[in-house]
């Protein structure tokens, strides 16, 4: 028993470490169309094997919630997340 433990363990590292991780967020003001932009990064632990998702959102509290529930969606259990947001308008 003590042997199938260590096994479903180790398949439980083993799956965290190729699941998709939130690990970066931007929050950018688009003049020109008047929107703002998340841009959320994913990755699966493996270099360029990432992938990026980017919405376009009204105002800049959408675009951060935009993102936050991204980064639910996609918990990051290895490093704490971080999301930069442009905080200022032209």
Known sequence: ?????????????????????????????????????AQGNL???KPGRGRQIITEHEDKESAILALESLSQKYPNAVENAVIFIEDFEE
């Open 43 to 45: 990755t699966c632990g």
């Open 1 to 37: 028993m003590k042997r199938i433990d260590r096994l479903i363990i180790k398949a439980q590292k083993v799956a965290q470490r190729t699941a998709e991780r939130f690990t970066i967020g931007f929050v950018t003001y688009l003049p020109e169309a008047n929107l703002w932009e």
